[in-house]
């Protein structure tokens, strides 16, 4: 099976325009999840799906580029539009603003497309403050591996338990993280599908595919993303690097 990798670049973002030019020591964020993902065993290119010429100078040292319409409502479809005019089996999308990603959970995402139409990754909560955070995506599964609902509520209910931390001492809860493997006709049906219902309210655009009848892989990984949405993240990822750094000196 040949699988691409796509990064999905716009330049705008409301907290933090420009961000994937953001120097992160030394190097623009989006150079730093490019490396990461060369990184990755699975992948036979990667390449960045961009709709702006600023970005696209700075990637294409790097990997391919590709440009695309500013008109695309998610990064599912803007990598869609990629795609179309791509030969590959599958492909993984991989968020621009996490220039820590591990290789290793791409590969696994990647793997599971062997038996799914479409596959993602999720990792124990361990923290009560992500536990109650709603831009904490959680997830529940299948005894198959399969998605059965992302929520930005914390599910499942723990109806005996009365607090949130004995909530999160009694069941092993699991947080989304936000790379998605695809199948190529898969992908391609899913962005032909209307907001679904669900997607409207929790604004998940993955509920579309569960909605449509697609099921999703759910991979379990010890990795935790760490993404740059704000400016103070910057500084964030600096120090994990730094100690990183030192721990291989």
Known sequence: MKTIGIIPARYASTRFPAKLLALIA?????????????KAKSLSEVIVAT???????VARSLCRVEMTAA?????????????????????????????LMDPAVID????????AEMSTAATPIHDLAEYENPNAVKVVVSVAGRALYFSRRTIPFIRDCADSAQQMASFPFLKHLGIYGYRRETLLRLVGFPVSPLE??????QLRALENGIQIAVVRVDYDSVGVDVHADVERVEKILRVAQAGNS
């Open 26 to 38: 030394g190097k623009p964020l989006i150079q730093r999840v490019i490396e990461r993902c060369h």
């Open 51 to 57: 709709d702006d010429e600023r970005i696209a100078q």
């Open 200 to 205: 409207y309210a929790e604004k998940l655009e």
């Open 108 to 115: 696994a995402v990647a793997g599971a497309l062997a038996t």
């Open 71 to 99: 008109t695309h409502p998610s990064g599912s479809d803007r990598i869609a539009e990629v795609v179309r005019r791509c030969e590959c089996d599958a492909v993984v999308n991989i968020q621009g603003d996490e220039p």
